[in-house]
């Protein structure tokens, strides 16, 4: 087992013990520890180089205050910016506009995205006392529509029923109708996933971004792949305005570092993290805690 990154800054200024100011040199030593730590915990590198180099700039020079030792006034320093980094805040759906608010779930096969879709509408049902219905856009999966039809009845969430041979801008147009006519105050529209990201998902995604012009459009990725969320992120960045992550299957061993690249690649606020497979299993973003996985 590794040594958290608090112990071995500490460790890294043992021997400062009673100095004044952080010098560059000791800095810099202790900066080879973040870096380390940062990557071990999947950042990716870009965005480790960055952080470093902010977080540098920040320490150096500060004086040591009389209460804390070198080591820990690094560990706050490091600890702030890496809240920064995360955007401060915990931010909440933009669900309060003229009915319908549309939401739109886009990322790719196995991220979560399905399983997200009906865990923020049982949220925005119970906490946000919000009418709320489903629609799946899947129809290359066999059985996706049905697969949330049955999560919402998991999570008594409305579903649009299912239209055979249907194509998605079809049955976004056919759920935007529903949802207003039935008043509803959300539609949430479950995209297709691909194993990989393709142009003609991209395409497809784009055209029902068209005819729903969505609040919120919300990437799902999976917080244990790590470099490859990286990529998957920016991928469909550069395609759609995306307005937050979610980010899955944070009840795993992820560090957490996978969020810290999320909010750089997308420049887009994490909004939620899954915690689990069950439906109750998803946690507005908290900065602070995942800047406190990260450093151990
Ligand atoms: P989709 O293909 O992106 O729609 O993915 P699904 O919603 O079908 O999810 C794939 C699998 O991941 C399912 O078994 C889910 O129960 C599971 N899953 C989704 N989110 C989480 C999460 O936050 N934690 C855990 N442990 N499993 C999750």
Do not use: C, W
């Not at 856009?137 to 299912?162: C, F, H, K, M, Y």
């Not at 194509?167 to 479950?190: C, E, S, T, W």
């Not at 960045?237 to 909010?263: H, I, K």
């Amino acid at each position: 087992m590794f040594d958290s990154l608090s112990d071995r800054l500490n460790g890294v200024f043992d021997r400062l013990r009673g100095r004044g100011a952080l010098s560059e040199s000791d800095v810099r030593a202790a900066m080879r520890e973040v870096r380390i730590a940062l990557l071990e915990a999947d950042v990716a590198l870009p965005v480790v180089r960055e952080f470093v180099d902010k977080a540098t700039e920040q320490a150096v020079g500060q004086q040591v205050l009389r209460s804390v030792t070198p080591g820990q006034q690094v560990v706050k320093i490091v600890n702030d910016a890496l809240v920064e980094m995360l955007g401060s805040d915990a931010v909440d759906l933009n669900v309060d506009v003229t009915p319908p608010a549309i939401i739109m779930m886009v990322g790719l096969q196995g991220s979560g995205k399905t399983t997200t879709t009906a865990k923020i509408a049982k949220r925005l049902t119970e906490k946000g006392r919000k009418k709320v219905l489903m629609a799946s856009l899947d129809v290359n999966r066999p059985a996706a529509q049905e697969q949330l039809a049955t999560l919402g009845t998991q999570a008594s969430v409305a579903t649009l029923p299912i239209v055979a041979g249907q194509q998605p801008v079809d049955i976004a147009k056919r759920a935007l109708q529903a949802a207003k006519l039935q008043g509803y105050d959300v539609l949430m529209l479950d995209t297709a996933g691909r194993l990989h990201v393709d142009q003609a998902l991209m395409d497809e995604m784009k055209a029902v971004a068209g005819v729903a012009d969505p609040e919120e459009i919300l990437l799902v990725v999976d917080a244990l792949t790590g470099q490859d969320a990286v990529n998957v992120a920016s991928s469909f960045s550069e395609q759609v305005p995306l307005t937050g992550v979610v980010l899955t299957r944070m009840d795993g061993d992820a560090r957490g570092g996978a969020a810290l690249s999320m909010r750089h690649v997308t420049g887009k606020p994490i909004k939620f993290v899954g915690t689990g497979e069950k439906l109750d299993g998803l946690e507005l973003f908290q900065p602070q805690r995942v800047a406190g996985r990260i450093l151990g």
